[in-house]
């Protein structure tokens, strides 16, 4: 079993940065695929970025492409994201997930079997 575990969320005003940390517990995850999803209120859970496991592929959704950098420490057992030029429609909950394989990356949050509780994120205008 994998526990992650998120922190770096918070209030920020609009033009700001947040950086968000996903620890991994229980077995390492340097050959798991690891992404970051969020929820807003009322919204289904969508994919923001995700890295496979061996870091050096990369996805990430339109609306966060070229603001928000994921990047994992496979010897720290870590995966962050580095959120910049904020606006209030990042607005949500964040949560990192995880899963086993080496193949294509994974964007559904279906495809994730393990995920964190979330940290909160909240752009003020």
């Known amino acids: 079993q994998v526990q992650l575990v998120e922190s770096g969320g918070g209030l920020v005003q609009a033009g700001g940065s947040l950086r968000l940390s996903c620890a991994a517990s229980?077995?390492?995850?340097?050959?798991?695929?690891v992404g970051w999803f969020r929820q807003a209120p009322g919204k289904e859970r969508d994919v923001v970025a995700v890295?496979?496991?061996?870091?050096?592929?990369?996805y990430y959704t339109d609306s966060v492409r070229g603001r928000f950098t994921i990047a994992r420490d496979n010897a720290k057992n870590t995966i962050s994201l580095q959120m910049n030029s904020l606006k209030p429609e990042d607005t949500a909950l964040y949560y990192c997930?995880?899963?086993?394989?080496?193949?294509?990356?994974?964007?559904?949050?279906?495809?994730?079997?393990?995920w964190g509780k979330g940290t909160q994120v909240t752009v003020s205008s």
């Open positions: 997930a995880a899963r086993t394989g080496t193949g294509s990356l994974y964007t559904r949050s279906y495809e994730y079997d393990y």
């Open positions: 229980g077995r390492t995850v340097s050959n798991y695929n």
């Open positions: 890295i496979n496991w061996r870091g050096g592929s990369t």
